[in-house]
Structure formats: structure tokens, C-alpha cells
């Protein structure tokens, strides 16, 4: 479908204020008049183009390659794609303030607009955010700028953090800090999985027996003593039998050997997460970790003339990016459609889809939490292959480690939108079966708060709804959404019980952002 003109206008020319209203964040978005002009008249010209042909466009002036090298035209580019990428800012806010809300010191310090704050002020030189993005490999600009946004808001806020104590207080202050989840990514990540459980035994009896010492001079903690490592020897074997699968017992050099090697995984993995497209990445990093597809690297192979996103030189290009940008969606969907039916639903469950946490999904299924971070893993792993060789197929490409960071990027991009489908057209239908008093106070509610996102006008409604109407029709359309879907995914979902808030805040977004509800619906 074509994106409408108004809509292409508006992706160019407005730039968002986050602001509070009623303790909710409302995005407010405010047009730059000259900005929105200019877009006016290029979309007057040609009204067919897509977001990303004109993405691409200011691109290629930026870079001085389409039009004559005025600072006036490069200017006007620069801040068309600031617009653009305001969105992709927003999104990658999102994602930092969930990752560090179970962080105690970074959820104190910053806020949902301090994360967006990093993101823009990342976006705000987009010459050398998009360096050396490739307008010939087949990936959209926003994947690529969210992956880069991304990576370098995170660092941004380590560079502001030197003190935490994982960054600062050498091997043993980072693995006495580290989180349990993000040890046990490390450890799966650096093939220690058969050792797992063995080794969070050492690790928490560690937690619990050493004793933290500061180097002189030096703000690295000292290693355990010799003392330590015999404690926590001894009250390993005592307990081994406790375990599910026992094993050998184990002696003082044994325990210091296993937690030299938590280290240097949670570092190796510290190092991959923290990738992005502009970083250069060193090769026997990556290998080490066993994910080749978070290998990154500086140097560009020559295009090949065959690439279906090549240069802007025509207007029969936009019709070649419309094209290949129909045919990537095409192959995550048969990428996805060809999983197991457990790894959709798995995949679907987390984060690019209802948004739970490993944790969370091993709750609803019943499993332990390193055992659902294994399988989406795999199934991740499964389906960025699949992803992978049907774009090879479809576009002829020669890949190499270059190019499979950006269509990892791509990948990840477009995973959400895929996963949170599934659901928005499940709550859309769901939502014309519940009684008529239910679907107006919602419709209203959605209308509100789509309106406030929108401009600074609240609709007349607002007198008419209250607060405890509205509770009362969320509850029956959260319980209805909660029922439909155990129904559909059992197995492996016993109950949705133990989630009701994250469904509730996905629930909430859809009816803020993306449910589409007009009065003729409630009068049917």
C-alpha cells in the first residue's frame, strides 16, 4: 500500500517533544514550518516515492553525490533526516528504559527522556551516523539507524557511568555484579551450557563467601583468597546432591578456573552486545563467542551492479526499493511461517512481539528461565539463517560478514512489526465481541489519546468517559485478550496469570498508538 503524502510529509518535517500528562508520556509532535514546505513541494512533484526513497535521497545529498555541493541543499537534508529518524529515537528509548529498569542505579538517573535525549543528539550528525551505511546492500535506512542509535546511546550512558561497578572494579567486581540473566546469556553464548547449572552453583556460593578487597592503588577489587575458594569447594560438594544432575566434586583450583571463565565470557559478551553498524569489531571476538552474525567490520566490498537498492538515479528506482522492500517482508514472513509452531509462539511472546522478558515466558510456560534462553536462541539463530538465504536467493547477493550485520539489523527491524501484527489484529477482532459499552468508552479512549499524541486538542469526549468506565472496559478486554491467548498457544502456555501487567502495557500502547476505532464501529 502507498504511503500516503501527508504521512510522508510529516515523517520529514516533525520533530517530537516528549512530555508528561496525567502520568502518562504523551509524544507530542511539532512541524518545523520551513521543513514541512520544502517536503510539500519535492512531494507535489512526485507523490508516488516512498519514505525510503526520500530517506535515501537527503542521503545522497548529504553525501554530495546527487546534487551540486551546496551547503544550503546539504542543510536542509540534514534536517529532513533528523525528522526521519526521530521515530527511530523513540524506539530505541523504549528499548534502553526497559533493559535498565531492573538496573537500580541507571533507573534512578535517567528517565524515558534521557534515553531519547542520547538517541537524538546521536541522530543529529547524520553524515557520520550513516558513514558507512551502503545504499546498495538490501537494508532500509531507519534498521540500520536504530541498530547504530542504538549502540551508541548505550555508550553514551557507559562513558557517564564509569563508576558502576562491572565497568571499574576489574574481574572479580564485574562478575560480583553481574545479573543472573546476563550470565547465563554469557555462559550459553560461549558454549558452557552443559555446565551451566554447575557453574551458577559456584557463582552464587562466590556472591555469598568473598569478601570484596581493593587493590592498592588500583580500583580493582582483589582476587578471592585461597581460604575463599577452599569455602567455596566445601560447601559445593556438600550440596552437589542437591542438584539435578550432581556430578564430580570439585577442589579449590577447579573453582578459581570456572570463575576466570564466567569473566572472560561475560566480557567477550559485553563486547558483542555492545555492536553496532559504525563500530569496528575484531574478528576472533566474535568467533569466540560462536555468533558470527554479530561480527563487525569497517572495511566495504565494491557493490555489485545487480544489488536491487542501488543509487537514486531515476524515478524508476523507487518503484526497484517499493519492489525490494516487498520482497524482504515476503521472506521474514516465510522465514517465520517455516519455524516450528513453538518457536513462533516463543518468539512472538518476547520482546519484538508482546514484549515479555525470558524470564516472564519461562513463568507462563512452566520452564526455567535459561532453558526458554536457549530455545529462543535457536530459534533466532534458525530464523535469521532462513531470513538470510532466501535474500540471497531473491537478490543475487554474494554475502559476507559485512553484509550479514545489516540484514541482521534488517531483520531485527522488521521482526516487531511481524510479531506485534499478529496480536494488534487479534485485539482488533476481539474488541468488536465485547459489549457495545465496552467498545465506546475504548474507542473514545483511543481517540483521546491518539489526538493528544498528535497536537495539543483533546477531543469534546472527554466528558463523557470516566475513569472508572475505562478501567472497567480495559479489564474486560485485557481478560478476553489473556483467554484467547492461552487458548491459542497451549501448549506451551499454561497461564497468562503472572503477566498481567506487560499485557496490560501492550494493550495500552495499541490503543494509544496503532488502534484504528471510529464511532461508525460502536454503533454497528
Known amino acids: 500500500m502507498m504511503q500516503g503524502n501527508e504521512e510522508i510529509v510529516g515523517r520529514f518535517s516533525r520533530f517530537l517533544n516528549l512530555r508528561e500528562r496525567q502520568g502518562r508520556m504523551v509524544l507530542d509532535w511539532q512541524a518545523d514550518p520551513q521543513l514541512e514546505r520544502h517536503m510539500r513541494q519535492l512531494v507535489a512533484d512526485d507523490g508516488n516515492a516512498i519514505a525510503e526513497y526520500w530517506a535515501r535521497y537527503f542521503l545522497k545529498i548529504l553525501r554530495g553525490e546527487l546534487e551540486p555541493d551546496r551547503t544550503e541543499a546539504k542543510h536542509k537534508a540534514r534536517r529532513h533526516l533528523m525528522a526521519y529518524l526521530q521515530p527511530v529515537c523513540n524506539r530505541v528509548a523504549q528499548k534502553l528504559s526497559h533493559r535498565h529498569r531492573q538496573i ?17 543528539e546521536a541522530a543529529s550528525d547524520p553524515a557520520k551516523l550513516f ?3 551502503s545504499l546498495t546492500l538490501p537494508s532500509t535506512v531507519s534498521a540500520y539507524a536504530f541498530a547504530a542509535l542504538d549502540g551508541k546511546a548505550r555508550d553514551t550512558i557507559l562513558q557517564k557511568n564509569k563508576e558502576i561497578a562491572w565497568r571499574t572494579d576489574g574481574d572479580w567486581g564485574l562478575l560480583k555484579n553481574v545479573s543472573q540473566k546476563r550470565l547465563e546469556a554469557a555462559l550459553t553464548a560461549r558454549g558452557m551450557q552443559p555446565e551451566l547449572e554447575r557453574d551458577l552453583s559456584i557463582w552464587h556460593l562466590f556472591k555469598e563467601i568473598y569478601v570484596p578487597t581493593v587493590v592498592d592503588g588500583k580500583r580493582q577489587l ?5 581460604e575463599a575458594l577452599q569455602q567455596i ?3 559445593y560438594n556438600q550440596h552437589r546432591f542437591e542438584r539435578s544432575q550432581p556430578g564430580a566434586a570439585i577442589a579449590a583450583n577447579t573453582v578459581f578456573e570456572r570463575l576466570e571463565q564466567m569473566v572472560q565470557a561475560v566480557r567477550d559478551r559485553n563486547k558483542i552486545r555492545l555492536s553496532y553498524p559504525d563500530r ?7 568467533e569466540a563467542s560462536g555468533d558470527v552474525w554479530d561480527l563487525v567490520t569497517s572495511e566495504r566490498s565494491e557493490p555489485s551492479s545487480n544489488d536491487p537498492l542501488t543509487v537514486l538515479v531515476n524515478r524508476d528506482e523507487q518503484n526497484a526499493i517499493a519492489a525490494a522492500l516487498t520482497t524482504i517482508n515476503t521472506a521474514l514472513c516465510q522465514a517465520f511461517s517455516a519455524l516450528p509452531d513453538r518457536g513462533q509462539i516463543l518468539l512472538r511472546l518476547w520482546k519484538p512481539g508482546l514484549g515479555l522478558t525470558q524470564a516472564e515466558i519461562g513463568r507462563v510456560c512452566d520452564r526455567k528461565q535459561y532453558a526458554i534462553s536457549r530455545q529462543l536462541t535457536r530459534y533466532r539463530q534458525d530464523l535469521l539463517q532462513a531470513f538470510v538465504q532466501r535474500v540471497e536467493t531473491d537478490f543475487n547477493l554474494t554475502l559476507d560478514s559485512d553484509r550479514l550485520v545489516m540484514l541482521k539489523a534488517l531483520m531485527t527491524d522488521r521482526l516487531g512489526p511481524h510479531c506485534q501484527r499478529f496480536f494488534h489484529d487479534g485485539l482488533s477482532v476481539l474488541l468488536q465481541t465485547l459489549p457495545l459499552e465496552t467498545r465506546t468508552a475504548l474507542t473514545r479512549y483511543a481517540q483521546i489519546v491518539q489526538t493528544q499524541s498528535s497536537s495539543t486538542a483533546v477531543t469534546p469526549t472527554t466528558a463523557t468517559l470516566t475513569t472508572a468506565t475505562l478501567t472497567a472496559a480495559k479489564q ?15 501448549p506451551p502456555v499454561r497461564s497468562l496469570n503472572a503477566v498481567t501487567e506487560p499485557i496490560a502495557t501492550f494493550i495500552e500502547h495499541w490503543l494509544c498508538t496503532v488502534a484504528t476505532l471510529n464511532d461508525k464501529e460502536t454503533s454497528a
Do not use: V
Not at 582483589?222 to 585461597?226: H, R, S, V, W
Not at 474486560?476 to 497451549?490: D, G, M, P, S
Open 131 to 133: 558513514k558507512n551505511f
Open 280 to 286: 569496528t569489531g575484531n574478528p576472533s571476538d566474535a
Open 233 to 235: 569447594a566445601k560447601y
Open 104 to 120: 537500580e542505579i541507571l533507573r534512578r538517573r535517567y528517565s524515558y527522556s534521557d534515553y531519547f535525549q542520547f538517541a537524538s
Open 476 to 490: 474486560q478486554l485485557q481478560t478476553a485478550f489473556a483467554h484467547k491467548l492461552e487458548t491459542i498457544f497451549n
Open 222 to 226: 582483589a582476587a578471592p583468597t585461597p
